[in-house]
């Protein structure tokens, strides 16, 4: 999934999104059950934040919360994997371990597929409104991106079939 997001991202903004879907894998590792989950969610937010940064697009934390709270809420049914694995991590030895590692994949795909959404809807608006676009147009045009969910299906299980090789 690298190669497929330096082929369709410029450069500097695959890298960024590239090290958010690494370190997702990482927060998976967290062996606290919820805190996994909570900081899978902060580096999503952050990715974004490092996203409109390079872009030069201006908006404060709230309105990325509640852009990341929007792409999360929609993709909560591919996140219900990481909500299982999170659980196992109440086990102590086996179940932390087998919690990380079905977590990792989840977390993987659906960071990858957070930057990749939130990109498709920024190219989208900057293709209809040029530069003149606010947060909430940002938001309804994550929304109507997210609404394909063949697509985004397709995209969290390649990105995770790629994480696994």
Not at 11 to 33: F, M, R
Not at 88 to 109: D, E, N, Q, R, T
Request: net charge positive; proline share 3%.
């Amino acid at each position: 999934m690298d190669k497929t997001a330096d082929k369709a991202l410029p450069t500097e903004i695959a890298n960024v999104v590239k090290l958010h879907s690494k370190l997702a894998v990482g927060s998976a590792w967290i062996p606290v059950p919820g805190a996994d989950m909570a900081a899978g969610a902060a580096n999503i937010w952050g990715m974004y934040i490092r996203v409109n940064n390079k872009l030069g697009i201006p908006f404060g934390e709230n309105v990325m919360k509640s852009i990341g709270s929007g792409v999360a809420t929609n993709l909560a049914s591919y996140l219900a994997l990481s909500g299982v694995a999170s659980a196992m991590k109440f086990i102590p030895g086996i179940g932390s371990i087998g919690g990380a590692v079905l977590m990792s994949a989840s977390l993987y795909g659906v960071t990858l597929a957070s930057g990749w959404v939130y990109l498709q809807a920024l190219c989208a608006l900057a293709k209809k409104k040029g530069n003149s676009f606010n947060a909430s147009d940002i938001s309804g045009a994550v929304n109507d991106f997210l609404n394909n969910k063949s697509v985004i299906k397709e995209f969290i299980d390649s990105a995770k079939k790629s994480y696994k090789k």
